[in-house]
C-alpha cells in the first residue's frame, strides 16, 4: 500500500494508545488495496480532538476513555446508540460535520446474544460500563449487579442508571470486569469470579490476563476482549468505509495484531 496525496486518514485518540486498531485496520486496507491510514495518538482534549478531525478532514476517529463522554457535545449529530447512552466511540466526518456513534454496543450485544444471561455483575462503572449496562436491559437480563473499586464512584453510577440492588456474592449467570483490575493479580474481582459459570474480560491483551487464567484454571467459560472489540471494529470500518469487511479478513487481522 503506497502512501500519496489521495490517502485518506482515520486516526484513533487515547490517553494510552496501543497498536490494536493500527494493526488490524491497516492490515485490511493493505489486503483490499483501499487507499486509506490509520494511526494512533495520544490526546485527552475533546476540542482539540474536534480541532484536528476538522482542520485536516479526516475520515473519522476512534475515541477511547476519557473523551468517549467528553466529545459528545461537540457532535453535529449522534447515531440512536450513542443517543440513549450519551457517549460515544466514533467520530465520522461526513462533509464537514461530524457525527458520533457508539459502535462498543455493537461490539458487546455481539458476544452475549443467545448467552442465556438472567442475571450479571458489571465491575466498572465507566463510559464502557454503561453500554454494557444497556447491552444487558435490551437483551432482557433481570438482574444486573454493578460493583467495582471506588465505591464512591459505584454509588454514583447505579444512581444515575437508577439501579439499587445490592451484590452480596449472589450467584450470577455472567460477570463482566469493565475495570483494568483484570491485568492485576489480586482484587476483589478474584474473589467474585467463584459466583458465576461466565466470565467477560474486557481488557485486549496479546497474553491472557491473569484473571483470564484464573477463571479458566476454574472451568468458567471466558470471552476476552479481543472478541468485543472485533467485533466494534467490524461496525465501525462499515461507517468509516461503507464497506463490511470479510471475517476471514478481521480474523486475520487480530492474529497479526497477536503476533507483533
Known amino acids: 500500500m503506497s502512501i500519496n496525496n489521495k490517502t485518506r486518514l482515520i486516526i484513533s485518540v487515547s490517553s494510552n494508545p496501543t497498536n ?53 457535545k461537540y457532535m453535529d449529530d449522534l447515531d440512536l446508540n450513542a443517543q440513549i447512552l ?9 462533509d464537514g460535520k461530524l457525527k458520533g456513534y457508539n459502535t ?23 463510559s464502557v460500563a454503561k453500554t454494557i449496562y444497556q447491552v444487558l436491559i435490551d437483551i432482557g437480563v433481570n438482574n444486573i449487579y454493578i460493583t ?7 454509588v454514583k453510577f ?10 452480596e456474592n449472589q450467584k450470577v449467570d455472567l460477570i463482566v470486569n469493565a475495570t483494568k483490575a483484570g491485568t492485576l493479580k489480586e482484587g476483589e474481582i478474584f474473589e467474585y ?13 496479546k497474553k491472557d490476563t491473569y484473571l483470564v487464567s484464573s477463571a479458566l484454571s ?9 472478541e468485543m472489540s472485533i467485533n466494534q471494529l467490524k461496525k ?25
Open 20 to 72: 490494536f486498531g493500527t494493526t488490524i485496520y491497516n492490515y485490511i486496507f493493505d489486503q483490499l488495496n483501499l487507499n486509506f491510514i490509520y494511526l494512533p495518538f495520544r490526546l485527552t482534549d475533546s476540542q482539540q480532538v474536534v480541532s484536528v478531525i476538522k482542520t485536516l478532514d479526516l475520515v473519522g476517529c476512534s475515541v477511547s476513555s476519557p473523551l468517549k463522554s467528553q466529545v459528545v
Open 86 to 94: 450519551n457517549n460515544i466511540n466514533t467520530i465520522k466526518n461526513i
Open 104 to 126: 462498543d454496543y455493537f461490539g458487546f450485544k455481539s458476544i452475549v446474544d443467545n448467552k442465556n444471561v438472567k442475571s450479571a455483575l458489571i465491575y466498572g462503572n465507566g
Open 148 to 154: 467495582g473499586r471506588n465505591i464512591d464512584n459505584v
Open 158 to 167: 447505579k444512581k444515575d442508571l437508577h439501579n439499587s440492588k445490592i451484590y
Open 193 to 205: 469470579i467463584n459466583y458465576s459459570d461466565k466470565l467477560i474480560d474486557l481488557n485486549v491483551c
Open 218 to 226: 476454574l472451568g468458567i467459560e471466558v470471552i476476552k476482549g479481543s
Open 236 to 260: 465501525q470500518f462499515e461507517i468509516y468505509t461503507e464497506m463490511v469487511p470479510d471475517e476471514e479478513l478481521l480474523s486475520r487481522g487480530l492474529e497479526k495484531f497477536f503476533k507483533s
